[in-house]
Nanobody
Framework: QVQLVESGGGLVQAGGSLRLSCAAS????????MGWFRQAPGKGREFVAA????????DYADSMNGRFTISRDNANNMVWLQMNSLKPEDTAVYYC???????????WGQGTQVTVSS
């Protein structure tokens, strides 16, 4: 069982930056692929970024265009999403995700709201 708690969301002007944090509790943190997803009003949840257990491989949605960076600290069970050059269309609830590929288990955080004003 893994519990995920996101923080760091808020209101920012277009062009600004935010850093989202995800604190994970539970065992075997390095066994999880950690990711960020987002859901804008009236839309489905979409993939943003992911990082493997060791932290040496990352994946991003094409629409991020190099603006976002995912990272993790396995010693402290933390994951971050650095978001730069934010746009109004980045407005969404951002969710932290933990996926243990071998067992097929997935956990979600409660989400943190990011609002980008124009």
């Amino acid at each position: 069982q893994v519990q995920l708690v996101e923080s760091g969301g808020g209101l920012v002007q277009a062009g600004g930056s935010l850093r989202l944090s995800c604190a994970a509790s539970g065992r075997h943190f390095t066994s999880y692929v950690m990711g960020w997803f987002r859901q804008a009003p009236g839309k489905g949840r979409e993939f943003v970024a992911a990082i493997n257990g060791k932290g040496d491989s990352t994946d991003y949605a094409d629409s991020m265009n190099g603006r976002f960076t995912i990272s993790r600290d396995n010693a402290n069970n933390m994951v971050w999403l650095q978001m730069n050059s934010l746009k109004p269309e980045d407005t969404a609830v951002y969710y932290c995700n933990a996926r243990r590929v071998v067992l097929g288990t997935t956990y979600w955080g409660q989400g943190t709201q990011v609002t980008v004003s124009s």
